[in-house]
Structures are given as C-alpha cells and as structure tokens.
C-alpha cells in the first residue's frame, strides 16, 4: 500500500517569530517617534531658560509629534502632572503622551503650562524653523531668509540638521550664513573666528550692530570680544559690509530718484504742451491728475461689483478711461474758459487757478473729503530683491516703463502725424498757420485737450504708489512747472532730462539736507540757472509763438 506524505503546516515556532520581528519592528518605530522625557520635562518647570532650549531641541527633532507638542503648547493644550509628565490634552478630555505614544484619558492632577511671551516668540521661530525641512524649495527659502534676520544659537540643531538635508545651493549658502550668524555667541573663540570669517560675503545689514559690539571696549578698557583673532576679522568683515551697503544705498538712491522722475514726468508731460507749446499757465494741471486719479478709483470700482473674477484687468480699462475723461475736461474748459484768455498769461493763471479749486470742491462733493484706496493688481504687488537686500517693488517699475513708453507716444504723435504737424506750425507761427488753412481754434482745442490726457494718464500711475485725495495734484503742480522751465519751454526732450534729474538730485540730497532743505536747494538752482539761461536746457528752435 503506497502512503502518501502531507506536507506539514507552517509550525507555530515560525509564526511566533515573525509575530515578534513585527512587534520588534513595532516598537522600534514608536521608540523612533516618541519624545524622550528628558527633553518634556522642562517645558513643565519654572526655568525660562530651560523652557527655550527643550523648544528649540523639541524641534530639532522634526518629527510629527514634535510639531504637535509645540502648537499645543502654542494654543495652551500642553499639561503637566506632578509626576513629570507631559500630556497633550484634547478638547474631549483625551491625553496623548508624546513620550510614550499612547492615548488615554486625562489625568485628574494634570495642570496646563502656561507660555509668556518670551516662550510663544520662541515657538514661533521653532515652528518656522521647521520649514526647513519642508519639500517645498519656496518655504525652506523663506524660512531660512526668516532665520537669516533672526538667528538663534538655540536653533543651530535645527538648523544643522537642515543643511545636511539640504541639497539646493542657494538655500545652503543662505544656511551657512546662518549657522555662523549663530556661532557669533559661541564660547568656542575659534568657532567665533570662523563664524566671522564666514559672514564676510553677507548682505546682512542687522549683522553691523552685533560685529561693532565685538570691537567695542568695556569701562575697564578690554575689549567686549578678548579674542584678537576674531577682531581683527571682525574688522575685515565689517569693512566689506560697509562696501556692500553703500553699494545698496547707491542702488537704492538711483533706482528711486528713476521712480521720482518717472512721477514727475508723467505730471510735467502735459503741461509741456499747455505751457510750453501754448504759452498757457494753467494752474489746474494737477486736478487734472487728480480726476485720472479719481477715475481709476471708478474703474476698480466697476470691477469689484461686476467683475470680480477680472479684477486685475481693471488697470487695462483704466488707463484709456483716464485719459479721455481728462482730456474731456481739458476740451470743455478751453472752449469755455481758456479761448478767451489767449495772450493775456496773469488772467489764465487767475483763472485757472479758480478752476482748480471747483474741481477740488466737485470731487469732494461726489467722493468725499477723505482719501480712497486703489489697490494694486496682483501682478504689480511685491517686488524683485537684488544686492541682498535691495527691494525693487514691481509697481514703481511698471510706472517707469510705462513713463518711457507715454514719452514715446507723445513724441510719435507731434513728429509723426497730421495734428503734430499742425501743432508745431501753430506753434512757430500762429498767423502763418491760419493764412495755410489752419483751423487754429481746433489745433488749439485738441493739444489742450491732448496735453489734459496725459496728465489723466499720469493720475493712473499716481494712485498705484499711494491713497487718492482731492489734495492729490497740489503737490505735483509747482514740481512739474520747475521741470517744463528747466527743461526748456515746449521740448520734449528736456522735460524728460530735467525729470528724471530733478527726480535723481532730490533723492540724494533727502539724506543730507532733509525733504523740505532739498527741495528749497533745487528751487533756488532753477532760479539762478534760469537767470543765466533764460531758455533752459534746450531752446526752442524757430519763430516763437505770436
């Protein structure tokens, strides 16, 4: 008879094994993720001290426990029972222990821990800090330009950790210069010389106050930093941020006084055609700024009500809108007011200056006296950091470009078309003109008109650099006549040198004179360069206007 043999079951001493690796493997994980006590326990104490340094060795860890306990200290869901123990206690009554990993309910002796502002600062930085570690290249970027401003010697585990990880150039080197703005405080004098060493190259202008400490002298005449060696790097890295920062202060003077012309150019432009290819002195040039100010406000209005989904594109409508109700006021007060007033420069001063402030009282009456806000659009929100440190915000490059491109406009417009070329034989000879079939009344009406435009343009750029006001065009009117005089009366090509100098000389004499001095030095220069050259910058050429 032919026996069969079965194959024989698993034994239950394998079964057994594999049940212990698992369990094995189990409790290897929760021991991984679980908080040792020693670092809990001072979060519970009176130690301040102590309090800080187990935060910042809490988040060190990066685990996901470690976030839960310093959010629940954060919000005040941290307790503490007289055994030491540290629990996070849910709104349910439920306790989890970070340091074992188990959950049950909360003790009846267990007392919340309190966190004071010093404490809350510091879970702050270590919850920023735990950015670093992020899988997003932007959050660990900004994190660590965060840390770059706020250094904690505290945090060098953190940060260490992090720059081990850490495999982006850009984002290591901003970390090692956080790691050394961190060991300026280190007790180890060497780690002290080749933190400072480290910072050589940095952009950090916080940094001055705390290297200038270290070369500072105590009352008994040492020195606050008794290791040589570190000053006298302390003194080769203060010398190279100083360069740095005048580089910036430089960049920065230059980059705004292009913004300041840009304002100015876009506020002179107009009247360059009123008063310096009319002879008109119109005083109401900045409510004109004004009302293109005011109908931008209108536009992003109309938008937020009745297209909310486009409200960044309530700029584009804008501009063509400010511009043909500036220009159509401009129209209306030559063919009611200004015709009449031709030749006659002290009555259309008068007059003018009249007008402005009916249209100051018109806009009050409809808008109110208080200023409205109009916000930028989002792609014209923030700006680009360059040398380090140097923000150039993106709506003051917008209004340069778009300063260069109106100029450009303007100068198509009078050089290449049918009305420039009858504005320019107007203005060299008026009679002539009129004798060729010249309709001058409607020349005049339309570069009025034209000129009135502009400054509506120029009221768009005005309310994305601040709030809108019916005082809003006071403080443009006397700065756009000083550069249409300087720039030499109806050239286009002075008013935009004379801008974008009178914009570049004003920023650098701010520092040193003060805002109001600065102003007064320029005034008085246009006064005794116009006494010695009573055409300004560039002459008119041709037979002036009759």
């Known amino acids: 008879m032919r026996t069969t043999t079965m194959k024989p079951a698993i034994p239950l001493v ?40 187990a935060v910042n060795q809490i988040a ?14 954060g919000s005040d869901t941290l307790y503490a029972t007289p055994a030491g123990e540290v629990l996070i206690v849910d709104d349910s009554g439920n306790a989890f222990n970070p340091a074992t990993g188990q959950s049950g309910p909360a003790p009846d002796d267990a007392e919340g821990i309190t966190a004071n502002n010093r404490l809350r600062s510091a879970i702050d930085g270590a919850l920023s800090g735990l950015k670093l570690l992020s899988d997003k290249r932007e959050e660990r970027l900004a994190a660590a330009g965060d840390l770059l401003k706020n250094a904690d010697p505290s945090q060098l585990p953190l940060i260490e950790k ?5 495999s982006d150039a850009q984002i290591k080197d901003i970390l090692q210069q956080v790691q050394a703005t961190a060991n300026l405080h280190a007790a180890d004098p060497a780690a002290r010389r080749a933190a400072v060493k480290t910072l050589s190259g940095t952009t950090n202008a916080s940094l001055k106050p705390v290297l200038e400490q270290m070369l500072a002298k105590n009352t008994d005449g040492s020195y606050a930093e ?3 060696g570190v000053r006298i790097e302390a003194v080769r890295t203060l010398a190279a941020l100083d360069r ?26 107009g009247l360059a055609i009123t008063f310096g290819l009319m002879g008109i002195i119109n005083m109401a040039h900045g409510e004109l700024l004004m009302i293109g100010a005011y109908t931008t ?21 804008a501009l063509p809108a400010a511009f043909i109700v500036a220009a159509a006021v401009g129209i209306a007060l030559e063919r009611l007011v200004i015709r009449w007033l031709y030749g006659r420069p002290l009555e259309t001063l008068l007059c003018t200056w009249g007008i402005s402030l009916m249209l100051m009282q018109c806009v009050r009456s409809i808008f109110g006296a208080q200023n409205v806000e109009v916000a930028n659009p989002s792609w014209m929100s923030g700006g680009v950091t360059v040398l380090g440190s140097l923000v150039l915000s993106y709506n003051r490059i917008v209004i340069v470009f778009f300063a260069l491109f109106v100029v450009v406009a303007v100068w198509l417009i009078l050089n290449k078309t049918r009305l420039g070329l009858f504005v320019r034989a107007v203005t060299q000879n008026r009679r002539m003109a009129d004798c060729v079939g010249v309709s001058t009344g409607r020349i005049d009406m339309m570069t009025f008109g034209l000129g009135c435009g502009i400054a509506g343009l120029g009221g768009v750029a005005l309310s ?19 550069v249409v005089v300087l720039g030499g009366v109806g050239q286009l090509a002075g008013t935009v040198i004379a801008a974008f100098g009178l914009g570049e000389v004003n920023k650098f004499l701010e520092p040193v004179a003060g805002a109001v001095l ?3 030095a320029i005034l008085v220069f246009i006064i005794v360069f116009i006494q010695k050259r009573p055409q300004g910058l560039f002459a008119l050429k041709g037979r002036s206007v009759e």
């Open 14 to 53: 394998h079964f057994l094994r594999t049940l212990l690796a698992l369990w094995l493997c189990a409790q290897a994980f929760i021991a991984q993720a679980a908080i040792d006590p020693a670092l809990l326990k001072p979060l519970g104490g009176d130690d301040p001290d102590a309090r800080i340094e």
């Open 60 to 73: 060190a860890l990066a685990t996901d426990d470690a976030v839960k306990v310093l959010k629940a200290l």
């Open 162 to 166: 992090a720059l081990a990880k850490e």
């Open 226 to 228: 008794p290791d040589e």
């Open 244 to 269: 740095h920062l005048s580089v910036v202060d430089f960049a920065g003077k230059l980059f705004y006084g292009v913004s300041l012309g840009s304002v100015l150019l876009l506020a002179a432009l």
């Open 297 to 317: 406000y209108v536009c992003q209005l109309v938008f937020r009500k009745f297209f909310p989904g486009a409200i960044d594109a309530y700029l584009v409508v």
């Open 464 to 482: 994305q650099l601040g709030n809108v006001g019916p005082d809003l065009g006071q403080g443009y009117i006397v700065d756009s006549f000083m």
């Open 518 to 520: 600065a102003k007064i």
